[in-house]
């Protein structure tokens, strides 16, 4: 049995996923929107690196389809205890089935056991400010009664933005306007399964730094990314004004809103932008188009055994 594969890729994994969340905090000031993607781009590459590792135990990834005939019926005859069938390597096969189907198996269930708890806490949420918010259809919110300044959103199937009485009473029409501009940007870029899914991660592979990092890292690149959008329409000191009116205040749990912690680093990084994020952004296109080719040809080299043995099958 060759373990060169499976351990090449599971060191391949680990070393990305301690080495590269320090480059990435770096990247986030720059071009949020880039950070977002590279964190996303880092987790499947760990996962996939992890998951292939496991599969490539007893030359399972390059000989799947003509063994796994025989491979269930060894697990059959072993269930009903109708015969001992025994052939190299299908432990090891076994062992590296088990194992990928149980790392996808926890990783996939806290996803979805987030995704779910979440979902029925923003429609408990939403039902209830219904019933005491009043909703303003031509500005197209719910403004709801409160000695707050607060402005936030609840994603789903019906989004809802919210403005508490005192934030309609502080902001000026165009700071409210920007406000309104971060909730709608929140919205657009469904930021609230990124955030889910990253703090789910965080919570099942929490002993790796990657994941770790960014269960907090991607809902922070999200707030920095809204504050973008609506800088880029209703001007950098506009949203920052904004901001210092809201500082106080945490959205509710279930919702995203422009207040809370880390809004004051928020507002300092508007009223002071970085200016090399296009030059950033740019040098990361051009990189990433190169690099397509080559993953084109890694994903080929990687398939070609499934497509070879499916056709030895016929």
């Not at 135990?57 to 799947?64: A, H, M, T």
């Not at 990783?107 to 987030?114: L, P, S, T």
């Not at 500082?247 to 932008?273: F, M, N, Q, Y």
């Amino acid at each position: 049995m060759n373990l060169a594969p499976a351990i090449a890729l599971v060191i391949a994994g680990t070393v990305l996923a301690v080495a590269l969340p320090p480059v990435l905090l770096r990247l986030g000031r720059r071009s949020p929107q880039l950070a977002l993607t590279c964190w996303q781009l880092a987790a499947a590459a760990v996962l996939s690196s992890w998951l292939l590792a496991c599969l490539s135990i007893g030359d399972l990834l390059f000989e799947p389809l003509h063994r796994l005939g025989h491979l269930l019926s060894i697990c059959i005859a072993s269930l009903q205890g109708l015969a001992h069938v025994s052939a190299p390597g299908t432990g090891a096969q076994l062992l590296g089935g088990l194992a990928s189907a149980a790392l996808a198996g926890w990783v996939a269930g806290w996803i979805g056991i987030r995704l779910s708890r979440e979902r029925r806490a923003r429609l408990r949420h939403a039902a209830g400010l219904r019933l005491v918010a009043r909703r303003d259809a031509e500005a197209g919110i719910y403004i709801l009664d409160s000695p707050h300044p607060a402005v936030y959103c609840f994603p789903g199937p019906e989004p809802m933005v919210v403005a508490s009485t005192s934030a309609l009473a502080e902001l000026s029409p165009d700071e409210l306007a920007a406000a309104l501009a971060h909730e709608h940007a929140h919205l657009a870029h469904r930021d609230h399964l990124r955030i889910s899914i990253a703090r789910a991660l965080g919570r099942a592979l929490a002993f790796v730094p990657l994941f770790a990092i960014a269960a907090d890292e991607v809902a922070r690149l999200c707030e920095l990314r809204a504050d973008d959008d609506a800088a880029r329409v209703h001007g950098h000191t506009t949203v920052a004004a904004a901001l210092l009116h809201l500082l106080a205040t945490r959205p509710p749990a279930p919702g995203l809103g422009a207040g809370g912690p880390g809004s004051a680093a928020r507002v300092r990084r508007l009223l002071d932008p970085p200016a090399d994020s296009r030059r950033v952004a740019l040098l990361f296109t051009a990189a990433t188009t190169a690099a397509i080719p080559f993953v084109a040809l890694g994903v080929a080299l990687m398939t070609l055994p499934y497509g070879v043995a499916l056709c030895d099958l016929h």
